[in-house]
Nanobody
Framework: QVQLVESGGGLVQAGGSLRLSCAASGSIFSINGMGWYRQAPGKQRWLVATITRDGSTNYADSVKGRFTISRDNAKNTVYLQMNSLKPEDTAVYYC?????????WGQGTQVTISS
């Protein structure tokens, strides 16, 4: 069964950094691009950053220059390094495939940025 397990969230002050991790089942990780999504309270979940199998990346404008997505194919893990965090980055962060039919969501990891 496909599983996604996110971790690394927390409470930090504005301007701080966090590094999120997502461990994915090998069955999806090895053949797919992956993405980080976030969902703020009362808002829809949306795609923040993506990375292809070969390491090409893409970012939403609101996080470009502050967030860095990476992956370790040997560990079936995708990361999101978040720097210069802002209160508007507060959300639950999830990982999943970057396109197509998504797999069941993990529990996500809460990121809270205080001003």
């Amino acid at each position: 069964q496909v599983q996604l397990v996110e971790s690394g969230g927390g409470l930090v002050q504005a301007g701080g950094s966090l590094r999120l991790s997502c461990a994915a089942s090998g069955s999806i990780f090895s053949i797919n691009g992956m993405g980080w999504y976030r969902q703020a309270p009362g808002k829809q979940r949306w795609l923040v950053a993506t990375i292809t199998r070969d390491g090409s990346t893409n970012y939403a404008d609101s996080v470009k220059g502050r967030f860095t997505i990476s992956r370790d194919n040997a560990k079936n893990t995708v990361y999101l390094q978040m720097n210069s965090l802002k209160p508007e980055d507060t959300a639950v962060y999830y990982c999943n495939k970057d396109r197509g039919l998504l797999v069941p969501w993990g529990q996500g990891t809460q990121v809270t940025i205080s001003s």
